[in-house]
């Protein structure tokens, strides 16, 4: 079948690696005892990864046609089958998901002292839905799987969270379900006006009308940009992150976060190409207003917790501009800060969890001269500080020289305004370690310090491995995307848009307005 190559493997590597994790949740069940469900939890997460290998392994990255797909017929009268499959950019995604939940069973070994079962069946769950949605290619399956992250996550915030987590967990549910109504009602139309399929690579062939595309666009785009999130949406991140458990925070910045970016490359650029290109400019204006704004307000953070949380807000509009440049090197450069983004902002979140567990408290002002009390966690902690604001030979350095490089090719001025976020982004993270690492030692928490053990050492030792090797060697990664992102930008350039009407014209005339006025702007 056009848009599939079937890979050599005798068995669904990619059912087996979405439904292990459920598996182990459900096999948790039927367990009481504290420390089995701990080693059973770690053990599936650590099989559900050693399961992906031969993924990687066999995987051709000569193409960017779906690979490893499987079908079955699932709700036959309404065309819907169960379809999966990957391509060079979601299989980026299998990886760090595989990673980060192995790192978030370790994380918790000690923290999570209360409703363990239901604490590791949530994590479980969690990542099942994490890779139903990067190997779905069925957009009713991607529905349910982007549904279903909301549960555990809820969840994780609202039970095993902080002192204001039922406020936090609340209104991170309904940031997301507002989204998420929105998209459905794109996915309905989207049904109909594909002749009545859910397929994606099918969906993928179609031209619709001008008008049409901007409509469904918008739709799709509300759920994306609150998931991601996209500025002014982004309100609900700080305190999610802020009351999380540290393998909420991680899980969250790691993944779900990543999970509106990708549903642009997945369905918006193929889809609605011409809508794409009539906003590419509001949005990469958006883009740099998150930067700039996310990074300022970081300054202002007392919090250790919520000044990541509001870094993100800063990196996240990092990776939307890298997207919305429409070229390669920005397309390139914006997936692979997601990959980078989930390994450093998840390492920060854990040497925050790690500290925390120690002195019960996320604000900066009882922290200072940890080189001297816990020397360890200080040097992990500079690694990723360093990586944090893009320090050469380290991954972010890669990530943020291609969206840039592509961003200039866009648009120059909005490039040119790109890169104090840079600036601003040094400019706390070195401040942040310096009042956390360098300052004057703390006495009312000095007692409580002691330094990382071998199991939180060895929680931390994979993501610095990570930021080193994709720092000097990118390609690793890049050369998964190439040839994807490549027939990405084919279809963003050279769609046919079909015949519009009445209707849809207005649409046409509300899209040129607003990127007009952006542009005066």
Known sequence: MEGILLNELSYPVLTVITFLPLAGALMILLLRNTAQIKWLALATTIATFIASLPVYKYFDKTTHLMQFVETHSWIPVWNINYR????GISVLFLFLAGILSILCVTVSWKAIQTKTKEFYISLLVMETAMMGIFVSLNVFLFYLFWELTLIPMFLLIGVWGGPKRVYAAVKFILFMLAGSVFMLVGIIVLYYAGGRTFDIIELSKISYPAGLQFWLFLAFFAAFAVKMPMFPIHTWLPDAHTEAPTAGSVLLAGILLKMGAYGFLRFSFPMFPHAVQMLFIPLLILSVTAIIYGA????????????????SVSHMGFI????????QAGIEGGILQMINHGVITGALFLCVGMIYERTHSRMIKDYGGLFKTVPVFTVFFAIFTLAAIGFPGMNAFVGEFLIISGAFKANMVIAAFSILGVILGAIYMVWLYYRVALNEINSTTKSRLFDLDLREIATLVPLVVLVFLIGVQPNILLSYMHVSVEHLLEQVHTTVVSDTNPLYDSAIGIAQYIRELFVWI
Do not use: E
């Open 296 to 311: 300022y307000v970081t300054l202002m953070q007392n919090d250790l917790k919520r000044l990541i949380a509001y870094s």
């Open 320 to 327: 939307t501009l890298g997207i919305f440049t429409l070229n």
């Open 84 to 87: 999966v499959g990957i391509d």
